[in-house]
């Protein structure tokens, strides 16, 4: 799914609407929850749904039971640190990224997002800057890399060490 837009994209045209959230979808994966509340993937899906309809506390309510029920989730995890970002609740963002870090320390998207967060919900650009590098490092040529590399761009444009990057980066989940 694409990222939603970073709240620094609105002032750039006119007010969006968010995706419609997907209904036959949901109401055949809450069937599947219903038959089998154990299911994790029903739970990270539901969430998924949300996400990307852009309804985060919604997108919350599933990651948490996805996550509850399959701990070792690293990217149920990043989604449920990204839908507490955009609620607002940034420092719950980090805390959740770093348990998707003690999965997989090297989970090149949750150390995209820690980048973002750190960077726009902290403005900590020097943890925003190691984060990104590390993604840059461990998986160089890949859709997270990129953004990365637009961000450490976009930071040593900010100090006047460099050209700025084509677009600002925002937090990827669903």
Not at 5 to 11: I, M
Not at 70 to 84: I, K
Not at 93 to 116: C, D, R, V, Y
Request: proline share 9%.
């Amino acid at each position: 799914a694409a990222a939603p837009a970073t709240p620094g994209d609105a002032a750039a045209g006119a007010p969006r609407q968010p995706p419609a959230l997907d209904e036959g979808k949901v109401q055949s994966l809450l069937t599947i929850v219903k038959s089998d509340p154990k299911n994790a993937g029903a739970h990270v899906q539901l969430g998924n749904a949300y996400f990307d309809a852009e309804r985060y506390p919604d997108a919350i309510k599933w990651y948490e039971q996805a996550v509850k029920l399959d701990p070792q989730n690293a990217d149920a995890s990043t989604d449920l640190g990204v839908s507490y970002y955009y609620s607002g609740r940034t420092d719950d963002a980090l805390k959740q990224f770093e348990n998707s870090l003690k999965i997989n320390p090297k989970h090149a998207k949750t150390l995209f997002n820690k980048g973002i967060v750190l960077a726009f919900g902290k403005r900590d650009l020097q943890g925003a800057t190691a984060a990104w590098q590390q993604v840059v490092q461990l998986a160089p040529g890949t859709p997270e890399a990129q953004a990365a590399q637009q961000g450490l761009q976009g930071i040593a444009a900010a100090q006047g060490r460099g050209p700025a990057p084509a677009a600002t980066p925002g937090p990827s989940g669903g």
